[in-house]
């Protein structure tokens, strides 16, 4: 399994980024896929989860701003996130979640500046 994140970068509050994880190594349609963060001195948080057949759930801190989606074809994840805030400044991860272990991706640092 290789997950690769992609898309971080330093952006002013307000703006958005959209960030890619692209996924190798299992049968990527039918499993679930999440996005995690985490912030300097903070635990990792789940931020977004999208199932196999596209069902969606957010953290509160981030409904309404950010939208994870699949590309079932290209086997990457997506995670756009908009009107972002100083609070989502963290390095953030891509996850396959297993009954039997978490797979996790390199991280990609987002910084939002106020």
């Known amino acids: 399994v290789q997950l690769q994140a992609s898309g971080g970068g330093l952006v002013q509050a307000g703006g958005s980024l959209r960030l890619s994880c692209k996924a190798s190594?299992?049968?990527?349609?039918?499993?679930?896929m999440s996005w995690y963060r985490q912030a300097p001195g903070k635990q990792r948080e789940l931020v977004a989860r999208?199932?196999?057949?596209?069902?969606?759930n957010y953290a509160d801190s981030v409904k309404g701003r950010f939208t994870i989606s699949r590309d079932n074809v290209k086997r990457v994840v997506y995670l756009q996130m908009n009107s972002l805030k100083p609070d989502d400044t963290a390095v953030y991860y891509c996850?396959?979640?297993?009954?039997?272990?978490?797979?996790w991706g390199q991280g990609t640092l987002v910084t939002v500046s106020s």
């Open positions: 999208i199932t196999s057949d596209h069902m969606t």
């Open positions: 996850n396959l979640p297993w009954t039997t272990r978490d797979w």
């Open positions: 190594g299992f049968n990527f349609r039918i499993n679930t």
